[in-house]
Each structure stands twice: as structure tokens, then as C-alpha cells.
């Protein structure tokens, strides 16, 4: 019996003639279904050893040289990345697939990302620059348009963010370098918060200043120093409007702190008896009609 030009006497003949049937040809170099499984064996193997090498590395040289968490981060991932491309060449290379024989799929290559994958390769240049330049981190908070979240892990094409209800964002890595990223845990993290409130008219302005500098110190978490501060912002409609400013050693609990300073902001005005303003108006009335 003959299938697909060969005498088949065993399974493993069946098999043999299966794996080493020619799907296509590179250069000089029949590229078979055996061949295709090496290299994805060689591929599997090379991002395991990466992964060991990278845990080494984090391990035990990193701590050693005391590199800075944010170094350590990026030459890990470049570490990694040139570990499995080595693989990658040396399993070509041992297939006796020539590196110039690539050039036409190079080429193809090329027109593909000419056409379609401009996206693609601009979040990756895209992850190779935040690896280098290092602008956000694993670990930092960071407000991206409307979301307030925190950097769960950078990847070469698109990047985990984390955000305060525990929900998970892909972010493509160009959003980071081509639009404006608030970091609020770069270099310096001490945040400052505001919180802003309005109290009554005919209410005494120092006695406010008072209680909202009483309520920062009281509150947990608020750093002494820089000293908290009030500003008196305006006249509003229906109320004095007046804003604290607070200091906080720790970005990832601002939302905490906020909340358990205003709970107390409104215990010093109970205490005080400052009344916190609302919207309301008041209707002049010059003349009633008559009554025919």
C-alpha cells in the first residue's frame, strides 16, 4: 500500500512519512510537519529556560548588585526576550535554514506591516521604550483618561492595569507614550489631596479653617508635614466654598483616606456647629394680583 508516495509496511512507517512529508521549501531546506514541532518544541524550551534564568536573576543577582526595582523589571524582560530569539536562530540555524533565506518573508513581512499591523509594531517600539525610559512601573497608580488604576504588568505589545473596583484593563503600550499618563507614584509618592466642601452663609470663615486643619489632623494616614492647608476659593452661589489641602505618604490609599476625612470633616462641623451648605433659592415676590 502506497499513501502519499510511500510504501507503507508499519505504523511507524505511516507515521514517518507523515512527519517527514515536504510541506514547503525554504531556500534549499524542506520544511516538513516534523520540522514545524521542532521549532515549536525549541520555542516552548527556550521560554521555559527564560523564565528560569529570569527568576535567577531576581533571585539572586539582582539583590546582590542592590538594582533598582524598575532596572530590575526591564532587564529581566529584555533578558528573557533575547533568550527565547537565540533559541529561535539556534533552532533554525541546526534545521539548516539559512538567516538570508528569510529575506523574502522578510519582505512579505514588511508589506503586512506596511498594510495592517501599524498598530501592532508601535506598541511594541512602544513596550521597548517603557522598559528603557522606565515612565510607569509595575506597581504604580496611574490615571489614564478617566480610570485611576494601578500597573498590574507591562508586556511588550499591551500593558495590565488594575483599576480601584479590581477590574482588569488591557492598555496597548502606545496609549502610555502617545497620550498624557498621570503617574501618581513617579519618583516623589507623596500625593496631595482636595476635598473641597461649602458651608453657609453668615458662618465664620476662621472657625472653618479651624475645623477642616482639625479634622486633617485627626484623620489617619494624613502626614504631618507638609502642613495641611485650607484656602478660601469663592463666594459661591449658596455657599462659602472652601478647599483642603492634605499630603499622604501612600498613592494606593488615597481613595481610603479621602473618604475617612471627609467622615471626619463632618464630626468637627457637628461639633461645631458649621452647616454645610445646599442649593437653594429665594423667591422675592413684589405684588399679588388681585383677587376680582
Do not use: C
Not at 45 to 68: C, E, G, H, M
Not at 180 to 203: H, I, P, Q
Not at 221 to 241: C, H, K, N, Q
Amino acid at each position: 500500500m502506497r499513501i502519499i508516495g510511500v510504501r507503507v509496511e508499519n505504523i511507524f512507517d505511516f507515521l514517518g512519512a507523515v512527519l517527514n512529508y515536504k510541506l514547503f521549501q525554504i531556500s534549499d531546506t524542506d520544511i516538513s510537519l516534523l520540522t514545524i514541532i521542532i521549532m515549536i518544541v525549541v520555542v516552548w524550551v527556550s521560554a521555559k529556560l527564560s523564565k528560569l534564568v529570569r527568576n535567577y536573576f531576581d533571585r539572586t543577582v539582582f539583590p546582590r548588585f542592590k538594582i533598582a526595582d524598575g532596572v530590575r523589571f526591564s532587564l529581566s524582560k529584555i533578558i528573557g526576550y533575547l533568550i527565547i530569539t537565540l533559541g529561535i536562530i539556534i533552532a533554525l540555524q541546526g534545521l539548516g535554514i539559512k538567516l538570508s533565506a528569510l529575506a523574502v518573508f522578510a519582505g512579505f513581512l514588511g508589506v503586512g506591516i506596511g498594510f495592517g499591523m501599524q498598530n501592532v509594531v508601535a506598541n511594541i517600539v512602544s513596550g521597548i521604550i517603557i522598559l528603557f525610559e522606565r515612565p510607569i512601573k509595575e506597581g504604580d497608580m496611574v490615571r489614564l483618561k478617566n480610570t485611576i488604576g494601578f500597573v498590574h504588568k507591562i508586556n511588550l505589545r499591551a500593558s495590565i492595569i488594575r483599576t480601584i473596583y479590581n477590574e482588569h484593563l488591557i492598555v496597548p503600550n502606545s496609549d502610555f507614550i502617545n497620550g498624557v499618563v498621570e503617574n501618581m507614584s513617579y519618583e516623589d509618592l507623596k500625593l496631595r489631596l482636595s476635598v473641597k466642601v461649602g458651608v453657609a452663609y453668615g458662618t465664620d470663615p476662621v472657625l472653618v479653617k479651624d475645623a477642616l486643619i482639625e479634622a486633617a489632623r485627626r484623620t489617619e494616614s494624613i502626614m504631618e508635614y507638609p502642613l495641611p492647608v485650607v484656602l478660601f476659593r469663592d463666594f459661591g452661589e449658596s455657599a462659602l466654598d472652601f478647599e483642603l489641602l492634605a499630603w499622604i505618604a501612600d498613592p494606593s490609599q488615597r481613595f481610603n483616606i479621602e473618604s475617612n476625612l471627609r467622615y471626619t470633616i463632618v464630626e468637627e462641623f457637628k461639633q461645631k456647629d458649621i452647616t454645610i451648605a445646599f442649593p437653594q433659592r429665594d423667591i422675592w415676590i413684589r405684588s399679588m394680583p388681585q383677587n376680582s
